[in-house]
């Protein structure tokens, strides 16, 4: 089994839709979470942390809920340049297990 | 954050030849990773690189395909050895700590 389980979409959504996608980890050890966004051909860089209080950055919004070993990223009023893979990433011991990604694609 | 550069960009190279990808620091850290993208696919560390010691691979990931030198704290180099055309992928290196982590620019490695 994977260390992180990611829905893969692809998410194809016009302007101002919200989406949202999820992804669960299998390790209840895991210290730290994350959403990174990778554009394409382009290194990962963090969109946000995660916690389980829930997060608000803008427009996105994150969420953890550790009994299910469970992430959630949320985007409201979706824009053009939103169109990236997100990547569900969780950090042990420093080391950080990525999801395969979400690729979310926001048209005109 | 921390400002990371790799060398080269991108190669092509022969199958059975070796390749010494460079990345810089722009401040002086603890802790380097290593990581591969394989195409399509997302990244998995190949090892963490500390300074004054071993490097640390994860499983799947050997010390004499992948040789990782740690010279100072700025500086890491990752060696792919012996290639072949599986080993095509982009190569990353990453600075951090628990909280963030900062990736270089990636290397991308053709393997012909």
């Known amino acids: 089994r994977k260390e992180v389980e990611q829905d893969p979409g692809p998410f194809n959504v016009p302007e101002g839709a919200t989406v949202a996608f999820n992804c669960t980890y299998s390790?209840?050890?895991?210290?730290?979470f994350f959403w990174y966004r990778q554009d394409c051909r382009k290194e990962p860089k963090l969109l946000m942390s995660v916690y389980s209080s829930g997060n608000e950055d803008g427009r996105f919004t994150a969420q953890l809920n550790r009994a299910s070993q469970y992430i959630s990223l949320l985007i409201r009023d979706s824009k053009l340049s939103d169109s990236a893979t997100y990547l569900c990433?969780?950090?042990?011991?420093?080391?950080?297990?990525f999801g395969a990604g979400t690729t979310v694609t926001v048209r005109a | 954050s921390a400002v990371i550069s790799q060398k080269p960009s991108r190669d092509i190279c022969q199958r059975g030849t070796s390749l010494t990808i460079q990345c810089q620091v722009d401040s002086q850290v603890t802790m380097m990773f290593w990581y591969r993208q394989q195409p399509g696919q997302s990244l998995t560390l190949i090892a963490t690189?500390?300074?004054?010691?071993?490097?640390?691979?994860e499983s799947g990931f050997v010390i004499d395909k992948f040789p990782i030198s740690r010279p100072n704290l700025t500086f890491s180099t990752l060696t792919v050895s012996n290639m072949s055309p599986e080993d095509s992928s982009i190569y990353l290196c990453?600075?951090?700590?628990?909280?963030?982590?900062?990736f270089g620019p990636g290397t991308r490695l053709t393997v012909t």
């Open positions: 990433v969780v950090n042990r011991y420093y080391k950080l297990s």
């Open positions: 990453s600075v951090g700590d628990r909280e963030e982590q900062y």
């Open positions: 390790n209840s050890a895991s210290q730290s």
């Open positions: 690189a500390n300074q004054g010691s071993e490097a640390t691979y």
